[in-house]
């Protein structure tokens, strides 16, 4: 379509630098009349044959006035154009990446986007751990007298004053650590007349300390207290000493005499 258009303007341009020619009356010899004729009639027909004799360079004529005769006119060449276009080489390698400019400022902060789409739900996760208490305390009675026989015998109370947790067992006689740290533990009996009272404070299978009064005519009131260190799962509990004499602790129905208390002081994850 370019190519096109190019050629029809160097047509036209070619029309338009076609040389002036004009139609010119040669003759063979001069007009009598011409030198008849008084200067300003040959004046006045100058003019006419001037006007007359002025053509556009598009119309017809016979021959080129006498005042562009000597000029030699060259016929308009047409020079094809080249359409660079097509002589496009290829595409070379690209070349080595530039160093980088300077850092910009730093611009102002954008206004904040639209918030995302919600997420699926995820799976449930592993079960904590079991709630562990930082507490651990009780209190327990015997309101029955208990004597001894030729074997060990473990102090069982029937009576349930304070057992938080129910760390302490009823049917066993003991006492289970849930919850390691420090223990105070604390041994009350009434001694019988005339009978030996011997019982140990046991810690799980090892005699820790001892509640011993010799037989007497009078029965008193004995007490044994420490503290124990205890790790979780350990027991404590009491029993009472076998031997040659005969071993017993008095109580009743009616009051309370034989009584046996524990409590956490400090857990251990607190020392």
């Known amino acids: 379509m370019t190519t096109a258009f190019v050629w029809a303007l160097l047509l036209l341009w070619a029309c338009l630098v076609v040389p002036y020619q004009t139609s010119y009356d040669e003759r063979e010899g001069p007009d009598p009349s011409h030198h008849q004729m008084d200067r300003k009639g040959y004046h006045q027909n100058t003019r006419l044959r001037e006007v007359r004799e002025c053509q556009r360079c598009c119309d017809p004529g016979d021959e080129t006035p006498h005042q562009f005769s000597s000029q030699q006119y060259l016929k308009y060449q047409i020079v094809p154009q080249i359409n660079i276009t097509l002589l496009k080489g290829e595409k070379g390698d690209t070349g080595e990446r530039g160093p980088y400019g300077k850092t910009g400022r730093a611009g102002q902060m954008g206004p904040p986007g639209p918030n995302g789409i919600k997420g699926s739900k995820g799976s449930m996760g592993l079960p904590g751990e079991t709630c562990k208490s930082y507490y651990a305390a009780f209190s327990v009675a015997r309101k029955k007298g208990l004597h001894s026989n030729d074997y060990y015998q473990t102090l069982v109370f029937d009576t349930e004053l304070v057992n938080l947790y129910g760390h302490f067992n009823m049917f066993t006689g003991k006492f289970y650590c849930y919850v390691p740290g420090i223990y105070y533990f604390s041994l009350n009996v009434h001694t019988w007349n005339q009978k030996e009272t011997y019982l140990h404070v046991m810690h799980n299978e090892r005699e820790v300390v001892i509640l011993y009064t010799q037989p007497s005519d009078r029965s008193i009131m004995q007490s ?40 956490l002081i400090k857990p251990k994850n607190e020392l």
């Open 224 to 263: 044994q207290s420490l503290m124990l260190e205890l790790e979780r799962n350990d027991q404590v509990w009491v029993r009472l000493f076998k031997g040659e004499r005969e071993n017993a602790i008095f109580s009743d129905e009616f009051d309370t005499y034989i009584i046996f208390n524990g409590h």
